[in-house]
């Protein structure tokens, strides 16, 4: 009962930046995560970042220093922004909400970084 969309991805080269963003509509309970993930070819998938609702984030070691997730509950919006990208950030970039036993995915946004 919750949407999320997925914008920002895109085409950059290493070293570059992007910023993506989420929104969630629907059904929205205050107490809520919502995260980043990605998956490359032939990889699992796998957290990036993620933050709750009072602004607790957590980030996967391979993007500390480069990556910041931020939020705006009042728009149910997350952002994810993306400095100083490496070929390996390629991959399909997801948003995830979560709240108590309910989560749901957006369909995903294309990032790639040439070398």
């Known amino acids: 009962q919750v949407q999320v969309v997925e914008s920002g991805g895109g085409l950059v080269q290493a070293g570059g930046s992007l910023r993506l963003s989420c929104a969630a509509s629907?059904?929205?309970?205050?107490?809520?995560?919502m995260g980043w993930y990605r998956q490359a070819p032939g990889k699992q998938r796998e957290l990036v970042a993620g933050i709750g609702s009072g602004g607790r984030t957590n980030y996967a070691d391979s993007v500390k220093g480069r990556f910041t997730i931020s939020r705006d509950n009042a728009k149910n919006t997350v952002y994810l922004q993306m400095n100083s990208l490496k070929p390996e950030d390629t991959a399909v970039y997801y948003c995830?909400?979560?709240?108590?036993?309910?989560?749901?995915w957006g369909q995903g946004t294309q990032v790639t970084v040439s070398s």
């Open positions: 629907g059904s929205i309970f205050s107490n809520n995560v």
């Open positions: 995830n909400y979560k709240s108590g036993w309910y989560e749901n």
